[in-house]
């Protein structure tokens, strides 16, 4: 079955720590981005990386990192700097071309304890 | 760079009702405009796009949206809502093509009555 996997589903973290969301795709797509969700605020971005070994910051990058160092992966680390990790996140992947829409996988909820 | 808004954060239908969500788009440039439904704690999943094509677009589920360049608008409708289409919508925009990136609405919670 082709898609995207994130990894946990849920997450506990304390204060001050560092934790890495996983996100892995199985559909040859280029492309893959990081969005965080909040109640009322829609998606926004973090990172987005358009091919292997290149990524840019997004419109909320502060206190995230990224990494790209396969097709597949884009593992997100929430970092101690982040103020309010608390939050869903949702990691995507779209082929080339403008045109096409993103794929979504089954986020991951953070919770900061 | 392009915008979304989504009038509207909560609307409310009966059963066999229309559905009517409204989306406005800002873009230089021709755009390419997506809905997505999310359903509690899930992913968002891809009900219908406009790429240029025909304007009326037909989606997933009964959805179908009417892109108006004139009015700078996308809006999602159903003839008549059933229990299930009780989610989340977000419409979003794709038109910077340097950054390749969607644009979301804040999304308007659909809720449907017996």
């Known amino acids: 079955d082709g898609g995207i996997t994130q990894s946990p589903k849920y997450l506990f973290r304390k204060e001050g720590q560092n934790v890495t969301l996983s996100c892995e795709q199985n559909l040859n797509h280029d492309a893959m981005y990081w969005y965080r969700q909040d109640p009322g605020q829609g998606l926004r971005l973090i990172y987005y990386?358009?091919?292997?070994?290149?990524?840019q910051k997004g419109d909320i990058a502060e206190g995230y990192s990224v990494s790209r160092e396969k097709k597949e992966s884009f593992p997100l680390t929430v970092t101690s700097a982040q103020k309010n990790p608390t939050a869903f996140y949702l990691c995507a992947s779209k082929p080339s071309g403008s045109s096409h829409e993103q794929f979504f996988g089954p986020g991951t909820r953070l919770t900061v304890l | 760079a392009q915008s979304v808004t989504q009038l509207g954060s909560h609307v409310s239908v009966s059963e066999g009702a229309l559905v009517l969500l409204r989306c406005n788009y800002s873009?230089?440039?021709?755009?390419?405009l997506f809905w997505y439904v999310q359903y509690p704690n899930q992913g968002l999943q891809l009900l219908l796009k406009?790429?240029?094509?025909?304007?009326l677009v037909k989606g997933i589920n009964g959805f179908e949206a009417e892109f108006k360049k004139s009015e700078t608008s996308f809006h999602l409708t159903k003839p008549s809502a059933h229990m299930s289409d009780a989610a989340e919508y977000f419409c979003?925009?794709?038109?910077?093509?340097?950054?390749?990136?969607?644009?979301f609405g804040s999304g308007t919670r659909l809720q449907v009555q017996p």
């Open positions: 979003a925009v794709n038109s910077d093509t340097g950054r390749r990136a969607l644009t």
């Open positions: 990386s358009q091919i292997v070994n290149d990524f």
């Open positions: 873009s230089s440039v021709p755009p390419y």
């Open positions: 406009y790429t240029s094509a025909a304007t």
